[in-house]
């Protein structure tokens, strides 16, 4: 079969709307015979009767009828193609491959989640969950467009902007001696057995819970990647665990949680990206972290 142009298809349809060749080559300001010639060749070209010409009004086939409506859409669609691309090359459309830790989904995704579909609501954003270190090297490959990830990485690599600040706070199985309100002091771990963060693909929690540990006498156990894994062992009562405060959204069974006294090192969380990146989309969402509402 030959490929339609969209010439036969304009013909088809304006045929079956008009339901008369004469009033059809009207309204497309061209004469009757070239326009049947058209139709009948659109039908050898698809195998089947379009039009019952037996009538004295032109009538669609049942066949005709199924072809009018991909006809419509396939009308639509071209005419709409043209006002797309130009949408997709300014970034007001297409696709932003975001990849994003487990903790980031607490307080941080989701608010900015709202805000780009606020602001680019024709913008697919496609996510996956994943470690810092695996965010960095699908950058790299370009199975992602956008990285919420924790340091450390390459500055010389990636563009980045800080989106996201809190603290560390104690999570206390509920019956434990320090489930008690109130701030606690970092020295009054010394003694206790900690669940702690795998210093590979967790290596920036496992990095920092360790810095502040450092003078403070304890057990560590179960080393772990995911905040809420830990917080089901606290439940458990398996240890306790310095956690971001936003694992507080999470209001898990079991757990107690206390703020820090004397730990200022705040758990951090980037936006990452590669500066060559062609995805006009993308800048486009990076943009719209400038307008960022606060967290409430």
Same mark, same amino acid.
Request: aromatic share 6%.
């Given at each position: 079969?030959s490929? +339609?142009?969209?010439?036969?298809? /304009? ?10 060749f004469? @009033?059809?080559?009207?309204?497309l /300001? ?9 139709? !009948? ?12 010409r037996?009538?004295?009004?032109? !009538?669609?086939?049942p ?8 006809? /419509? @859409?396939?009308? %639509?669609?071209?005419?709409?193609a043209?006002?797309?691309? /130009? ?16 903790? &980031?989904?607490?307080? =941080?995704?989701?608010?900015? +989640? ?5 602001? #680019?609501? *024709?913008?697919?954003?496609?996510l996956?969950e994943?470690? &810092?270190?695996? *965010? ?11 990285? +919420?990830?924790?340091?450390? =990485? ?6 980045? @902007? ?59 156990t179960?080393?772990?990647t995911?905040?809420h ?5 606290? %439940? %458990?009562?398996?240890?306790?665990? #310095? ?13 107690r ?40």
């Open positions: 079969m490929m +339609l142009s969209l010439e036969q298809v /304009r013909g088809f349809v304006t045929v079956a709307e008009e339901g008369n004469r @009033r059809a080559a009207e309204r /300001r061209m004469t009757q015979p070239p326009l049947s010639r058209q139709i !009948q060749k659109l039908e050898r070209d698809i195998g089947v009767e379009l039009f019952d037996t009538q004295r009004q032109v !009538q669609l086939t066949a005709g009828e199924v072809f009018l409506t991909e006809a /419509r @859409r396939l009308l %639509a669609l071209a005419g709409a043209p006002g797309t691309a /130009r949408l997709v090359a300014a970034g007001g459309a297409g696709t932003v491959r975001i990849g994003f830790t487990a903790a &980031s989904g607490f307080g =941080f995704l989701g608010r900015f +989640l709202n805000h780009i579909e606020a602001g #680019l609501d *024709q913008v697919e954003i496609v996956r994943m470690v &810092s270190s695996d *965010q960095f090297e699908n950058l790299r490959s370009g199975s992602l467009d956008l990285a +919420l990830a924790r340091p450390p =990485f390459d500055r010389t690599e990636f563009d980045s @902007r800080l989106v996201h600040s809190e603290g560390l706070i104690l999570a206390v199985p509920e019956q434990h001696k320090l489930a008690g309100n109130g701030p606690i002091a970092i020295e009054e771990l010394g003694g206790e057995t900690l669940l702690v963060y795998a210093p590979g693909p967790a290596r920036y929690f496992a990095d920092l819970v360790s810095g502040i540990l450092a003078a403070v006498p304890y057990t560590a179960h080393e772990l995911q905040v894994t830990m917080l089901a062992l606290v %439940a %458990a009562g398996r240890g306790l665990a #310095l956690v971001p405060e936003t694992s507080t959204h999470l209001h898990p069974d079991g757990v949680f206390r703020p820090l006294i004397g730990v200022e090192d705040p758990v951090v969380l980037h936006a990452i990206w590669r500066g060559d990146c062609a995805n006009p989309a993308l800048h486009r969402v990076i943009e719209l972290l400038d307008s960022l509402p606060p967290a409430p």
